[in-house]
């Protein structure tokens, strides 16, 4: 039970999931506002969360962003990630892709697959947002999305590829193979094979 003397945000956080699991968001609510409040990230993220698609709360894009700037004082990914969505599509806030790219990237960078595929989007659409254009790193950021089992990606990460384009990032994870150039042929059955020129070789990346 909690110390409502103390109210310990921990322990605030740990029951609200605790309803939460059982189904009760009437009871979790109050209980991720309270260790919201207090600044623990991960409730005001899950707040934010609760916000933004109006579960078991009224919807208010406001209210989220106000969550997810808490919970970004801590670098929490899942904050870092909505905001680059409000950004994105003008939720409550006035569009800014740039903003946006910036927020992407940081959740991005902390492994999250849904924002490394829609980072990736934005590179892909470049200059139509007023950002700079770079398939190379569309390329990077759908290939590791798609590593992490995000079939979006993977079916983006396949069509760029397939197209010529390239990147010099190789995730980790990836299994490398050489072979000469004119002994090559994409097989069809091989959704995760792509190609990377390198001299008079290319390297055949794929997934294990």
């Not at 909690?2 to 968001?25: G, M, S, T, Y």
């Not at 790219?101 to 829609?118: D, R, S």
Request: one cysteine or more; a negative charge.
């Amino acid at each position: 039970m909690v110390d409502n003397d103390k109210e310990n945000p921990a322990e605030l956080f740990e029951l609200a999931c605790q309803h939460i699991a059982d189904n009760k968001p009437d009871k979790a609510i109050p209980l991720l506002k309270k260790a919201a409040d207090r600044g623990h990230a991960f409730a005001a993220s899950n707040l934010g969360i609760c916000f933004y698609f109006g579960d078991g709360v009224e919807q208010s894009f406001e209210d989220a962003f106000e969550c997810f700037n808490i919970a970004l004082r801590s670098n929490d990914p899942t904050a870092f990630y909505y905001m680059a969505r409000m950004y994105r599509h003008g939720e409550g806030r006035k569009r800014d892709f740039r903003v946006a790219l910036e927020y992407y990237t940081k959740a991005a960078m902390a492994g999250m697959a849904e924002a490394q595929c829609e980072l990736a989007e934005l590179y892909v659409t470049g200059e139509h947002l007023g950002i700079e254009r770079d398939l190379r790193r569309a390329v990077h950021w759908f290939a590791y999305a798609a590593q992490q089992g995000n079939a979006e990606a993977e079916a983006k990460f396949n069509m760029l590829y397939y197209h010529g384009y390239e990147t010099t990032e190789k995730p980790t994870g990836f299994w490398f193979e050489r072979e000469s150039l004119e002994n090559r042929k994409i097989p069809s059955s091989e959704p995760f094979s792509v190609l990377i020129n390198e001299g008079d070789y290319v390297a055949d990346i794929m997934f294990k």
